[in-house]
């Protein structure tokens, strides 16, 4: 049986989705508007990364609540790519991108991923298939229930705690 939720269901973005795949805590904290510190210096080198690769290629493209990194068009089919400062999370990046794929594809728009890692000098192709659009399925309806709790999850400690822009909120 679903869970009564009695505050607004959480608008689902890629960060939102990133986040689901890195620490429960994070999407809670997001889905409740709150922000993690800006000045993190790792938000900032991811910024500053974002803005300085792939200079020819369009960038920061609004669709629905997602915001995608590079948008170009290759031989006919539309690409969209998200450029990360680092291949470590690299499944929660392919979630990421598979999520931009699928709501493209829920409105008609058939496209490509390219996970970018320009540090690495790496790319790797993503393609929306019928078994990602079932776990993206599940993952919202996870995201959801996550955004209903009255109370963030426990902090428990993981390999991304030492990069995370929460880390004041989980560990001080
Ligand atoms: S510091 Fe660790 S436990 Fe806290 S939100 Fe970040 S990843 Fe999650």
Redo the contacts with the bound molecule.
């Keep these: 049986m679903a869970v009564p939720c009695f505050s607004e269901p959480p608008r689902i973005g890629g960060t939102l989705v990133w986040y689901f795949s890195?620490?429960h805590?994070?999407v809670w904290?997001m889905s409740h508007g709150i922000e993690p510190d800006r000045e993190d210096d790792f938000l900032v080198m991811g910024r500053l990364i974002d803005e300085n690769s792939y200079r020819r290629d369009r960038h920061s493209v609004s669709f629905g609540d997602n915001r995608f990194d590079i948008v170009k068009v290759e031989d006919g089919t539309l690409v969209v790519g998200e450029v990360k400062k680092s291949s470590r999370s690299i499944d929660a990046a392919r979630l990421q991108l598979a999520h931009y794929l699928y709501d493209l594809w829920k409105d008609g728009i058939i496209a490509k991923g390219q996970l970018l890692f320009p540090k690495e000098k790496r790319r790797k192709e993503v393609e929306l298939t019928e078994e990602t659009r079932h776990r993206l399925d599940g993952v919202y309806e996870e995201i959801r229930e996550i955004a209903c709790m009255a109370a963030p999850p426990k902090?428990?400690?993981?390999r991304?705690?030492s990069v995370?822009?929460?880390?004041d909120?989980?560990?001080s």
Aim: net charge positive.
């Design positions: 890195i620490c805590r994070e904290f902090a428990v400690k993981n991304f705690c995370c822009a929460y880390s909120l989980c560990w």
